[in-house]
Structure formats: C-alpha cells, structure tokens
C-alpha cells in the first residue's frame, strides 16, 4: 500500500538496550522527519533527512542516531535506551522543503 | 525563537454548538501555519495550511481558520460539532521558513457533549 508506515506500532524495552524504529515510505519523498511526542509537550522534532545521505538534528537528538541510505527508509535508534525516551514517535515525509508533511501512525514506545 | 502557543489544554463542547480553539504563534517573518488533528491511536492527519494569499482558510471536516498577523494568531473554528470531532488538536508553524519542518504546539483536546 502506499503511504508511509511505521513499525513496530508498540514496543517495550529494557533501560540500556539499542532499539531500531522504523519508516518507511512509499512516495520517493525527499523529506522525511522523526518527531516525538509527549505529553505537555506535543510534537518535538528530534532529527530530519532532505535526501539519501543526508541528516540533521532537531530540537531533541541527544541519545538518538539515524541514517538514511535509501530514500524510502528512515531508521531511529535509540543506542541506550533511557526512561526518559518512553514517548510515541511519529515519522513524517514530505515532497519537497515548501510542501507539506504527511504523518505515520506512530510508535509508541515502553523503556521499563 | 519560534514558538507555538495554545493555551487551552481542553475543552469540552456539546455537539451541534460552535467550536473556536486558539493558536499563537511567535515568528519575525510570514509563517507558515497548520491544524492537524489527531484521533485516538492515530496518526496526525492536516486539517488545513496557510501559506499566503487569503488569511480565512477553508479545511476539510467543515473546519476554518484564520490568519490574524496583527495578533499573531491562527485560531480554528467550526460552526457545528459532530461528537466524530472529539480529537486532540495540533497548531504547527513551519521552522525557519520552511513548511514541512514544523514547530508544534502542545495540544488542545476536545471532548464532545451528545
């Protein structure tokens, strides 16, 4: 199907473990973003891809490392995963810098 | 900074009456402003964007929002509430002049009275 799909859908994890979220999209979008989201603080960027080979971080990168060798995947992972990482993250592409973005269904991630 | 305000945590309406939810936001130039809405369990679905041009905006569900630079405010409305709109509600603007990198604010949730 396309669109933009987002897996695992639920995680848990233990404190310390390195775990991989991923995204995938199906439109060659050039654009494709990870945010997080919590509660009091709604959505927070946390790091971004213009295109293959191409990362920068947002407003929230400590603790979290991505890379995007194909343009339809985005992968974050979190190397250590901390408390303070449980939250829902949401992938999200878009087309092109001045066009909108369209968002996945998220994953909502447990660090027990 | 950049910054997105929405002051109303929640709000409760009854269905059939008018909705009005507040945004904002804090930017030096023309911003780029969105409403998306979120369902339980779902993703964040655009309600409806401003870029230029006309500052009352046409969305879909029957929602409108408009632009208001001289209050720096982007608020969403609705004539008449379904209880299907019960939802939380995100105001966004678009960091540093750009429109898919955004700046969220913290919500508003909306119940719906039948």
């Known amino acids: 199907d396309a669109g933009i799909t987002q897996s695992p859908r639920y995680k848990i994890t233990e404190t310390g473990r390195q775990v991989t979220l991923m995204c995938h999209q199906t439109?060659?979008?050039?654009?494709m973003f990870w945010y997080r989201q919590d509660l009091g603080h709604g959505l927070r960027l946390i790091y971004y891809s213009a295109a293959a080979d191409i990362t920068d971080k947002g407003e929230v990168p400590d603790g979290y490392v991505v890379s995007r060798s194909k343009t339809e995947n985005f992968p974050l992972t979190l190397e250590s995963a901390t408390r303070s990482q449980t939250s829902v993250y949401f992938c999200?592409?878009?087309?092109?810098?001045?066009?909108?973005?369209?968002f996945g269904q998220g994953t909502r991630l447990t660090v027990v | 900074a950049q910054s997105v305000t929405q002051p109303d945590i929640h709000i409760t309406v009854s269905e059939g009456a008018s909705l009005e939810l507040r945004c904002n936001y804090s930017y030096g130039a023309t911003p780029y402003l969105f409403w998306y809405v979120q369902s339980p369990g779902q993703g964040l679905q655009l309600l409806l964007k401003y870029f230029s041009g006309d500052t009352l905006v046409q969305g879909i569900k029957g929602f409108e929002a408009e632009f208001k630079r001289s209050q720096s405010s982007f608020n969403l409305r609705k004539p008449s509430v379904h209880w299907s709109d019960a939802a939380e509600y995100f105001c966004?603007?678009?960091?540093?002049?750009?429109?898919?990198?955004?700046?969220f604010g913290t919500g508003t949730l909306l119940a719906v009275q039948p």
């Open positions: 439109w060659s979008h050039s654009y």
């Open positions: 966004a603007v678009g960091y540093g002049g750009a429109t898919n990198k955004l700046i």
């Open positions: 999200a592409s878009s087309a092109y810098r001045d066009t909108e973005a369209f």
